[in-house]
C-alpha cells in the first residue's frame, strides 16, 4: 500500500465491533459465551461452515437432508446466541435453551433420517408426525422471533390463522379453509412450508457467498476499497461524500448487508465527511444511503437474489446482468445528491498529492479483486452459484496465504481460517432463520391460492391501471420492509405482488427487481431505518434527521425502478418464458438510460432545489413535473426533459454571471 495512505486505523473514530452490536440487530442481542460452552459454540459454527462448504463443492446431499441439517445447525446456534428476552443472561445459556436445542435436534432431525419413510406417506401425517410438526412451527418462530425479531414471525401467524380460517373471510380473500392437521403436515413435512425454496436458497447459494464474504474480509479487502474509492474520487469537490459513495458499493457488492456496510465503511468516512464540512446527520445519511445500494449491486448483491433465482428458475448470472445498469443509476442518483449538496456548501476536494495513489493502491493489494473476478468468471463459464463461491473461496483461501508469505505485514494462518468458519456460520443465522420462517408464509400461499388473490385485488384496486399498480406494489415493499428483513419482505411479495405487476405485462425479471428495490430502499426509510441509524450512530446525529435525509438523497434513485418497469430496454431483457431469457442489444438500453439519467438530474435538483445555483420556485416545480414525466420512457417526455434541464441550467449560470459582474 502507498506511503501517503489517506486511511490508518487510527481514522477510525469508533470501534467496528461496538457499532455493529449497538446497531445491528442481530449483534445487539447476541450472547458473549466464554468457556466450555463458547468453544462448543464455536466448533459447531466451523462444523456448519465445513459441512456447507464440503457439500457445496462434492455434492449435496437430497434437498430434504440437506434443508433439515441446516436448519439444526441454524437453529441451535440461534438459541444458543441468542437470549429469549431483554433480563435474559448475556453470557450464560438457560435451561429453556437447552430444552429448545433438543427439541431441534430430535423434530428436524427426524425429517432427516426418516425423509425415505416420509416420502412414501403421501401426506398421511401420523400423531408423531403431527406433534413434531406442531413443534417445528413453534421453535421456527421463537428463535426467528429472537434473531430477527418479532414482525416476521407475526406475519407468519396471520397467515396461518389465515389458512384455518378461510371460510369466515370476505370476498376475494375468501376459501374453503384447511384443518391444523393438513395446515401443520403442509408445513411440516413437504417440501412447501419450513423446508420450502427460501430455506433450500439458505442452504446452499446463500450460505456459501456469505461464507466467501466472510473470507473476503479477512484478507482486508473492505479497507482495500476504501483506499482505492479515495485514489478515484478524494480530489472532486464533493470529496469524502462521494468517496462513500463508491467505497460502499464496491463493499456492498460482496457484503449484501446494508447495516454492516454502514459500519464497516462508515466508521471511516463518516469522521472524514464532517472534517471536511459536512453537516453531522448528512454524513451519516450519505453513507446509510450509499452502503443501501449493496443489496441491489453485483456480483453479489443480497440473499434475495438467490432466492429470486430459484424463484424464477432464472439462472443467477442473469439476475445480476439484469441488476447491474440499475443498480450502478442508483449510486449514479446518490452521488449525484452529494455532488450537488458539496456544490451548495461551497466545499473542495482534497489535493490529489495528498490522496493515495491508484497505481500503487493496486500494486500493492490489487490481488485483492482475484476472487471478485474468479466468481464471475465462474458465473459467465455457466457454473452454478454454489460452485462459483465454492472455486473462489478456494481461490481466496490460497492468494491470502501466498500473500502472508510475500508481504511481512499481511498474515494468514489456521486462525484467520477458522474464524472466517465461524464468522459465516453466524453471519448466516439471520438467514436461515428468516428463510425458515417465511417458508412458512409461502407453504400458506401455495396451500390458499392467496398470490393470485392478491394479485387480482392489487389489480382492482389501480383500475387496471400500471403505474397506480406499481406505486401500490413500492409502498407495500417499503412498509413490509420496514419490519421485515429485505430477504423474507421479498418471499412475501414475489408470492403476492409479482403476480398482479406480470398480469400487467411487467416483464417477470422487472417485476422482481422492482419489489427487490423498494424493499432494500426500506433500510433507510423511517420510522425503521437500521442503516440510517447506524450512520447517526457513528456521525453522533439525530437519528431521525439522518433517516429522512438518506431518504432525501436516495429519492432521486426512485425514478429508476418505474423506468425498467414501464420498459425492460433498462435491463436489457426483452422477455422471460420459462427459463428462457431473451437479451436485447445494449444499444437499445442507450434512450433508456439517457431518461433515467434526464430524470435523475431533474428530480436530484426538485429535491436539493439547487442545480448549479439555488433554484427559483419555477425552476423547482419544472424540474419536478419533468422528472415525473420522465418516468415513461419517450422521445417527447425525454426532449421535454432535455429542453427543461439545460433551460434552467442556462439560467442559472446566466445568473451566477451577472452577480460575479456586479460584484
Not at 449493496?294 to 437474489?305: E, R, S
Not at 405485462?505 to 428495490?517: D, Q, R
Request: charged content about 10%; hydrophobic content about 55%.
Amino acid at each position: 500500500m502507498s506511503d501517503k495512505k489517506l486511511i490508518t486505523e487510527s481514522d477510525v473514530a469508533m470501534d467496528v465491533d461496538k457499532l455493529m452490536e449497538e446497531y445491528d440487530i442481530e449483534t445487539s442481542k447476541v450472547r458473549r459465551l466464554t468457556g466450555i460452552i463458547g468453544t462448543i459454540t464455536t466448533v459447531i459454527a466451523i462444523l456448519m461452515s465445513a459441512f456447507q462448504f464440503y457439500t457445496a463443492g462434492f455434492g449435496t446431499l437430497l434437498s430434504a437432508k440437506q434443508r433439515s441439517l441446516h436448519v439444526i445447525f441454524a437453529f441451535t446456534l440461534g438459541f444458543l446466541l441468542f437470549p429469549g428476552g431483554k433480563k435474559s443472561k448475556k453470557d450464560k445459556v438457560s435451561i429453556l435453551d437447552y430444552i429448545f436445542i433438543l427439541l431441534v435436534i430430535v423434530v428436524f432431525g427426524y425429517l432427516f433420517v426418516f425423509v425415505n419413510q416420509i416420502s412414501t406417506k403421501g401426506g398421511n401425517a401420523t400423531t408423531v408426525d403431527l406433534l413434531f410438526g406442531g413443534l417445528a412451527i413453534l421453535l421456527t418462530l421463537e428463535v426467528t422471533r429472537r434473531v430477527v425479531g418479532p414482525e416476521l414471525p407475526i406475519v407468519a401467524m396471520l397467515f396461518l390463522l389465515y389458512a384455518k380460517l378461510g371460510p369466515y373471510l370476505p370476498g376475494v380473500l375468501g376459501h374453503r379453509g384447511f384443518t391444523w392437521e393438513r395446515i401443520i403436515s403442509h408445513m411440516y413435512l413437504t417440501l412447501e412450508g419450513i423446508l420450502g425454496i427460501p430455506i433450500g436458497v439458505s442452504a446452499t447459494f446463500v450460505f456459501m457467498f456469505i461464507l466467501f464474504g466472510s473470507f473476503l474480509d479477512k484478507t482486508g479487502v473492505g479497507k482495500f476499497f476504501i483506499d482505492l474509492a479515495y485514489s478515484l474520487t478524494g480530489h472532486l469537490k464533493s470529496g469524502p461524500a462521494m468517496t462513500a459513495v463508491v467505497a460502499s458499493g464496491l463493499m456492498g457488492s460482496i457484503s449484501g448487508s446494508s447495516v454492516a456496510n454502514t459500519v464497516t465503511t462508515g466508521a471511516f468516512t463518516i469522521p472524514l465527511m464532517k472534517k471536511t464540512g459536512y453537516k453531522n446527520y448528512f454524513a451519516g445519511a450519505v453513507e446509510a444511503a450509499a452502503s443501501t445500494g449493496g443489496q441491489i449491486m453485483p456480483p453479489v448483491m443480497g440473499a434475495a437474489a438467490f432466492i429470486m433465482a430459484d424463484f424464477t428458475g432464472i439462472p443467477y448470472l442473469h439476475i445480476i446482468a439484469a441488476a447491474a445498469i440499475p443498480a450502478i443509476l442508483y449510486y449514479f442518483a446518490v452521488g449525484t445528491m452529494v455532488h450537488i449538496e458539496a456544490s451548495k456548501l461551497g466545499l473542495k476536494g482534497l489535493p490529489k498529492e495528498q490522496l493515495p495513489r491508484l497505481g500503487q493502491i493496486l500494486r500493492a493489494d490489487g490481488y485483492l479483486l482475484i476472487p471478485l473476478a474468479c466468481i464471475i468468471f465462474f458465473l459467465i463459464k455457466g457454473y452454478t452459484a454454489t460452485i462459483a463461491a465454492f472455486y473462489s473461496i478456494v481461490i481466496s483461501i490460497i492468494i491470502a496465504i501466498a500473500a502472508s508469505f510475500i508481504k511481512k505485514n499481511n498474515s494468514f494462518g489456521i486462525k484467520d481460517f477458522l474464524s472466517a468458519l465461524e464468522s459465516g456460520a453466524k453471519g448466516s443465522i439471520g438467514v436461515a432463520c428468516a428463510c425458515a420462517c417465511a417458508g412458512m408464509i409461502v407453504g400458506v400461499v401455495t396451500l390458499t391460492g392467496l398470490g393470485l388473490r392478491i394479485a387480482e385485488l392489487i389489480v382492482t384496486l389501480a383500475q387496471g391501471k400500471l403505474l397506480l399498480t406499481l406505486f401500490f406494489t413500492m409502498i407495500a415493499s417499503i412498509i413490509l420492509g420496514m419490519g421485515l428483513p429485505t430477504t423474507a419482505k421479498y418471499i412475501v411479495l414475489a408470492t403476492m405482488a409479482v403476480p398482479a405487476l406480470v398480469k400487467l405485462n411487467v416483464n417477470l425479471m422487472a417485476a422482481h427487481l422492482f419489489i427487490l428495490y423498494f424493499g432494500v430502499i426500506a433500510d433507510i426509510t423511517p420510522p425503521v431505518a437500521l442503516a440510517a441509524y447506524a450512520g447517526a450512530g457513528i456521525a453522533g446525529a439525530n437519528s431521525m434527521k439522518t433517516g429522512f435525509q438518506a431518504v432525501k438523497l436516495a429519492s432521486a434513485a426512485f425514478i429508476v425502478p418505474y423506468i425498467f418497469a414501464v420498459d425492460s430496454s433498462l435491463i436489457m431483457v426483452k422477455d422471460v418464458v420459462g427459463t428462457t431469457v431473451t437479451y436485447l442489444p445494449f444499444i437499445s438500453a442507450i434512450p433508456v438510460i439517457i431518461t433515467a439519467i434526464l430524470g435523475i438530474l431533474c428530480l436530484a435538483g426538485a429535491v436539493e432545489n439547487y442545480l448549479i445555483d439555488h433554484c427559483k420556485i419555477y425552476e423547482r416545480i419544472s424540474l419536478g413535473v419533468a422528472a415525473l414525466l420522465l418516468l415513461k420512457p419517450g422521445l417527447w417526455t425525454d426532449i421535454f426533459g432535455l429542453i427543461v434541464l439545460i433551460g434552467i441550467y442556462l439560467l442559472q449560470k446566466n445568473r451566477i454571471k451577472k452577480l460575479t459582474l456586479v460584484s
